[in-house]
């Protein structure tokens, strides 16, 4: 019998016009996953990119991006979020209670502020798009479109129950094609660092998919400029390479802070 992931029924959902509360905890048994749980809309883009079931399957996912400094590698395990960030000078991890920090020299991590708790998990947010938007805590609701050089995007707004992740008030808004269900952009708010709700969205477009395993994952996202809660013009590319995404069970000791790294409060 074919060994797949329990949905635990510690499912808590209320839907009112357009808008649904999810819950979800997942275990390792021999139960199917359903994702007729999830609203229609964001099911089909899940299913575009491979089904939310191929996904739940998988425990491992690595991923390379390059650099003009050096390549960087991420890593995470898929059930527990651990995570490691291998840089040309600095090393961030996260073992499933702490983020740490390693300097490989005298230089200090200097990134985002200098809070790797802020970029730990940063990138494979983006990354592991759309699948990452069918954890528990999710309200969904629809959001109006995104008209952009003639082509509407239907959208699905994403908000956090109180309490979950770093940033609960987080908002993100996905955007996909009305033909192909494939996901096209990204309008997500930051609240990390102000702790309060943010106005403006900021933007990143995905039309630019590699298959691995089944999987439709991102070979390019280009960051926009943004104007009124509309993207402008593009600024920036971040390429993935080296993609490695299995149901293989990393070792936990990966992700385990190495001798002479420090504890990020």
């Not at 994403?158 to 096209?184: A, F, R």
């Amino acid at each position: 019998m074919k060994k797949i992931i329990l949905l635990v029924l510690a499912i808590s959902m209320f839907s009112c016009k357009n808008k649904t509360t999810l819950t979800v905890d997942y275990s390792e048994e021999n139960l199917d996953i359903t994702t007729s749980i999830y609203p229609e809309n964001i099911t089909k883009v899940f299913d575009a990119h491979g089904g939310l079931d191929n996904w739940n399957t998988m425990r491992f996912l690595e991923f390379t991006m390059p650099k003009k400094g050096g390549n960087e590698v991420t890593t995470t395990d898929l059930r527990n979020r651990k995570s490691l960030i291998e840089m040309p000078k600095h090393t961030i991890g996260f073992d499933g209670e702490n983020v740490w920090l390693k300097n490989k020299g005298e230089e200090a991590y200097k990134k985002y502020g200098g809070n790797p708790r802020f970029y730990y998990n940063l990138m494979f947010y983006f990354y592991a798009m759309p699948f990452i938007l069918a954890d528990d805590g999710i309200i969904y609701k629809n959001a109006e479109p995104l008209v952009f050089e003639g082509v509407t995007y239907p959208g699905i707004n994403i908000s956090y129950e109180n309490g979950i992740g770093e940033s609960s008030e987080d908002e993100y808004v996905l955007y996909y094609n009305p033909e192909t269900y494939k996901m096209e952009w990204l309008g997500y708010t930051v609240t990390f660092f102000s702790k309060e709700k943010g106005k403006e969205l900021h933007f990143r477009r995905y039309n630019n998919w590699q298959e691995v395993n089944g999987l439709l994952l991102p070979e390019t996202i280009v960051s926009y400029n943004y104007e009124n809660n509309k993207p402008t013009t593009a600024k920036g590319e971040t390429q993935f390479i080296n993609i490695k995404v299995s149901k293989e069970k990393p070792k936990s000791e990966f992700f385990e802070a190495p001798a002479g790294a420090s504890i990020v409060d």
